[in-house]
T-cell receptor, first 113, second 114 residues
Framework: AQSVTQPDIHITVSEGASLELRCNYS??????LFWYVQSPGQGLQLLLK??????LVQGIKGFEAEFKRSQSSFNLRKPSVHWSDAAEYFC???????????FGKGTTLSVSS | ETGVTQSPTHLIKTRGQQVTLRCSSQ?????VSWYQQALGQGPQFIFQ???????GRGNFPPRFSGLQFPNYSSELNVNALELDDSALYLC?????????????FGPGTRLLVL
C-alpha cells in the first residue's frame, strides 16, 4: 500500500535561512507527488507537483522540490525563508486508482527572527 | 474563476446527531473529493464523486455518505456522530485524469462533536 512519511514533525528556521522539508514515499510505480501548505485555520494550497519529466520542479512562493526515485524522496526546498512561510506543510502521493491523495502527517515550520 | 467553497465554516453537534456539510466545486471541475483531517494529522480520504456517482472510497464506515448534484456541488453526510468525528472536513475539486489532475481544496468545515 502507498504511504508517505514526513520524518520531521516540527522545524524552526531563521528568517533568511534555507529550508529543506523531507518526504519519503512508498509506491510501486511512477508516483504522482504533491506538496501542499496549510496556514492556521485554512484549507490546503498547492505549492508544486511532480508527474513526470524533469526531476526538479518549481512551485509558487519560491519553493522547489526534487524527485529522487533511488531514495523514494520528494524533498521541498526554499533558499531563503520568509516569516510568512510559517505554516504546516504536507507531502502527498496519488493512489494507484488516481482518486485519493495519501498525505503524510505534516511538518510544522516555525520561522524565527 | 471561482474557487472551492464550503459551508458552514464551523459546526457544533452532540454525539448521535446527524450532520450535512456542503461543497461547491471550482468552476469547470466535475469531480469532488472529501477528506477528514483530525487535529495534528494529515488529511484522510473519505470518498470521491464523479458525475454524481461514488468513484472511490477510503476506510470510513457507511455512516459517512455523500451526494453530488448535477451542478457538481456535493454534500457529505455523517450519521450517528461520534466524538472521534471531530475534525476539519476538507472538500477538493478536480478534473478526473487518473491522478494527474490536481485537487484544489476549500477552506474546510470544522466540526466539533460534544
Amino acid at each position: 500500500a502507498q504511504s508517505v512519511t514526513q520524518p520531521d514533525i516540527h522545524i524552526t528556521v531563521s528568517e533568511g535561512a534555507s529550508l529543506e522539508l523531507r518526504c519519503n514515499y512508498s509506491y510501486g510505480a511512477t508516483p504522482y507527488l504533491f506538496w501542499y501548505v496549510q496556514s492556521p485555520g485554512q484549507g490546503l494550497q498547492l505549492l508544486l507537483k511532480y508527474f513526470s519529466g524533469d526531476t526538479l520542479v518549481q512551485g509558487i512562493k519560491g519553493f522547489e522540490a526534487e524527485f529522487k526515485r533511488s531514495q523514494s524522496s520528494f524533498n521541498l526546498r526554499k533558499p531563503s525563508v520568509h516569516w510568512s512561510d510559517a505554516a504546516e506543510y504536507f507531502c502527498a502521493v496519488a493512489d494507484q486508482a488516481g482518486t485519493a491523495l495519501i498525505f503524510g502527517k505534516g511538518t510544522t515550520l516555525s520561522v524565527s527572527s | 474563476e471561482t474557487g472551492v467553497t464550503q459551508s458552514p465554516t464551523h459546526l457544533i453537534k452532540t454525539r448521535g446527531q446527524q450532520v450535512t456539510l456542503r461543497c461547491s466545486s471550482q468552476s469547470g471541475h466535475n469531480t469532488v473529493s472529501w477528506y477528514q483531517q483530525a487535529l495534528g494529522q494529515g488529511p484522510q480520504f473519505i470518498f470521491q464523486y464523479y458525475r454524481e456517482e461514488e468513484n472511490g472510497r477510503g476506510n470510513f464506515p457507511p455512516r459517512f455518505s455523500g451526494l453530488q448534484f448535477p451542478n457538481y456541488s456535493s454534500e457529505l453526510n455523517v450519521n450517528a456522530l461520534e466524538l472521534d468525528d471531530s475534525a476539519l472536513y476538507l472538500c477538493a475539486s478536480s478534473l478526473p485524469a487518473g491522478g494527474q489532475e490536481t485537487q484544489y481544496f476549500g477552506p474546510g468545515t470544522r466540526l466539533l462533536v460534544l
